[in-house]
């Protein structure tokens, strides 16, 4: 028999046009000979929904669009829909099972995530009982996504007779995120002895990207079949004597997979928002280059606007490299010289800091007007300010409230110095759009006389070394220490990370890829006096 994987993009709240798609992906399966056809988890109301899903109202308008779209399928064709459900005052995150406008089954998620990015405890209700459907000859046992990672509700649907398990996901993507998919449905088929078809959502939401990448195991665990990654599609599978197959798409290396979550993540926040195109501030530097190399490849050159705002301190070849990125790239390129501004606003200063060294004050007030002009062009032409700060930076404060921190999505936002660099190098791999020397120069942020990143942070292979462990690995001081990192300088990192938590509050959201990311990942309390021991 034939199965459909509608391995698609639905956006949260947008019932009736993911309705539409739903049955648009119908029709196609139905027209290649499947039986069978499964959507992602929430599919008909995008995930996550968050406290959407806290509505009355939500649950009566997912039910009104579902019994539509059930009128509407293709006769014959086997649809597996994921949707919110209210029964007797509780709410599910379910997958009703359709087929000629008849419900064969319903199916309610059993284990609800409530760690890291997810907080499926707050909104929904735990489900206790199988659903095993039969389609093309073959019974089926349906769960949800984060019910694959425990023993219990596949062998549950074995003890109700299905002979191969289908999986609905809305698994969010972080580095190394496949080998776990893959090493969890190894262990899941094991076990059962059975198939699995493991469907994933692909889109982004927000903080979130959703790779796709589904595929299917044997009964062993063996991986036979394995769909694109961050692209949409449907894609079919053939289940033979309990053997699936299909295509076979190998997975992207690390800076690969990267690259193309935050050229999804950038594509779907301004589309799925509505914002005309990207405004970037254009520094001369990496961290605005690959920014704009990001924004380029999601949108389209066209819907790009890169705008160089010169200080004082701007050195001539971040001039010159600024523009030949741009040049590269094709995106438009504007020159707004900020001194004139800076002069003014030293000289309306000027009695109030009398007698005063000049320090950081300076500093940001710079960035600070550089990010005025770029909300301005914003509000004026309707395009998304795209703030270019990394991880690196984001832990340590490293940057400026209400100056570069100003805009509306932070692209780079989990992705650490290091990274950056990497990340730059894998786009050149492909066209060589960077000029080397904004790869090669010392980062700075041309803010002072002579100034390079160095001067107040460690080199940032030692700073992202200790980064790591600290926020993802939440490793102790004294453990990072005992691991041969140098102790002033991890102490220098710990309390940079513990004293900047007020400005992270503060940041727009920014793409995850991570397994702990600033944002929905990482919440710690502002006012905190805890201070890890270094003993």
Request: glycine content about 8%; some cysteine; charged content about 20%.
């Amino acid at each position: 028999m034939r199965i459909a994987l509608a391995q698609f993009n639905p956006i949260v709240g947008d019932l009736e046009g993911n309705a539409g798609r739903i049955a648009e992906l119908a029709d196609q399966a139905a027209v290649a000979g499947a039986a069978l056809l499964l959507t992602p988890e929430l599919a008909l109301c995008g995930y996550p929904p968050e406290d959407l899903a806290l509505r009355d109202d939500f649950y009566q308008e997912n039910a009104r669009v579902l019994a539509g779209l059930a009128r509407h399928l293709p006769q014959g064709l086997t649809v597996v829909v994921g949707h919110p459900l209210m029964e007797a005052g509780r709410r599910y995150n379910a997958a009703t099972v359709l087929r000629d406008g008849q419900i064969l089954g319903i199916y309610r998620k059993q284990q609800l995530p409530n760690y890291s990015v997810f907080d499926e405890v707050r909104t929904f209700s735990p489900g206790s009982a199988p659903c095993v459907f039969e389609a093309g000859g073959v019974r089926f046992g349906l769960v949800i996504c984060e019910d694959l990672w425990f023993p219990g509700p596949v062998a549950q649907a074995k003890a109700a007779g299905a002979e191969a398990i289908v999986v609905l996901n809305a698994s969010p993507f972080h580095i190394g995120k496949q080998t776990e998919r893959h090493a969890v449905a190894h262990a899941r088929a094991f076990e059962a002895g059975l198939p699995i078809l493991y469907l994933n959502l692909v889109g982004g939401q927000d903080e979130l990207i959703f790779d796709g990448g589904s595929f299917a195991v044997d009964a062993r665990g063996e991986v036979t079949a394995q769909c694109p990654a961050f692209e949409q599609g449907l894609y079919l599978m053939a289940l033979n004597a309990g053997v699936p197959a299909g295509e076979w798409h190998d997975w992207p290396n690390l800076e690969a997979s990267v690259y193309q979550a935050l050229v999804l993540g950038v594509r779907d926040y301004i589309g799925k928002n509505g914002f005309a195109g990207a405004l970037v501030g254009l520094s001369g530097g990496i961290d605005s280059a690959l920014t704009v190399a990001v924004a380029a490849d999601a949108l389209g050159p066209e819907r790009v606007h890169a705008v160089m705002m010169p200080s004082r301190y701007t050195a001539d070849i971040s001039l010159q490299d600024a523009e030949q990125l741009a040049k590269n790239l094709g995106v438009k390129y504007s020159v707004q010289p900020i001194a004139p501004m800076f002069e003014a606003f030293l000289a309306e200063l000027a009695d109030d800091f009398a007698g005063r060294p000049a320090d950081t004050t300076e500093e940001n007030i710079q960035a600070r007007i550089r990010g005025v002009i770029l909300m301005a062009l914003s509000n004026k032409f309707g395009q998304l300010v795209l703030t270019t700060g990394n991880k690196s930076e984001m832990a340590t404060g490293y940057a400026t409230l209400y100056g570069d921190m100003a805009g509306g999505y932070a692209v780079l936002k989990d992705i650490s110095k290091t990274l950056v660099w990497a990340l730059a190098r894998y786009r050149n791999s492909l066209a060589p759009v960077i000029p080397e020397r904004i790869i090669t120069r010392p980062p700075s942020a041309e803010l002072k006389p002579n100034q390079v990143d160095q001067d107040s942070l460690p080199p940032y292979d030692i700073l992202d070394a200790i980064m790591e462990r600290y926020v993802e690995l939440d490793r102790s001081p004294a453990e990072i220490v005992a691991e041969g990192f140098d102790e002033p300088t991890v102490r220098q990192v710990v309390r940079l990370i513990d004293a900047s938590e007020y400005k992270r509050r503060q940041a727009p959201p920014g793409i995850r890829v991570t397994r702990r990311g600033f944002g929905r990942d990482r919440r710690y309390p502002i006012t905190n006096k805890y201070r890890a021991p270094f003993r």
